[in-house]
């Protein structure tokens, strides 16, 4: 079992940074790859970011490439999103998740389904 909590989300301007973080409990932490997915009561639920379990490998989805920086410390079992260059479209509530690194790899870093566990969410929201 693992148990995420996000913190990090509020209110920023076009622009700005906002960097979310993710607590992880569990002692198994480090095995595990790690996601970031966003959404909002118009879009289905969207992939952000994904990290292997030892920060090797990272992923974007396009929209957010150059932007965001999805990274990890597994000594603070904890995974970060750093967000620069916010823009409104960016505006969602983001959400931490926890893979099993054979379903990753077998389902795929983006798809959701993927993912076996989640945090409650933090909402992000850019203003012009």
């Excluded at 997915?37 to 289905?44: L, P, V």
């Excluded at 490439?65 to 990274?71: A, E, M, Q, V």
């Amino acid at each position: 079992q693992v148990q995420l909590v996000e913190s990090g989300g509020g209110l920023v301007q076009t622009g700005g940074s906002l960097r979310l973080s993710c607590a992880a409990s569990g002692r198994t932490f480090s095995s595990y790859a790690m996601g970031w997915f966003r959404q909002t009561r118009e879009k289905e639920r969207e992939f952000v970011a994904a990290i292997n379990w030892s920060g090797s490998d990272t992923y974007y989805v396009d929209s957010v490439k150059g932007r965001f920086t999805i990274s990890r410390d597994n000594a603070k079992n904890t995974v970060y999103l750093q967000m620069n260059s916010l823009e409104r479209e960016d505006t969602a509530v983001y959400y931490c998740s926890a893979a099993e690194t054979s379903r990753w790899h077998i389902i795929g870093h983006n798809d959701d389904r993927a993912y076996d566990y989640w945090g409650q969410g933090t909402q992000v929201t850019v203003s012009s």
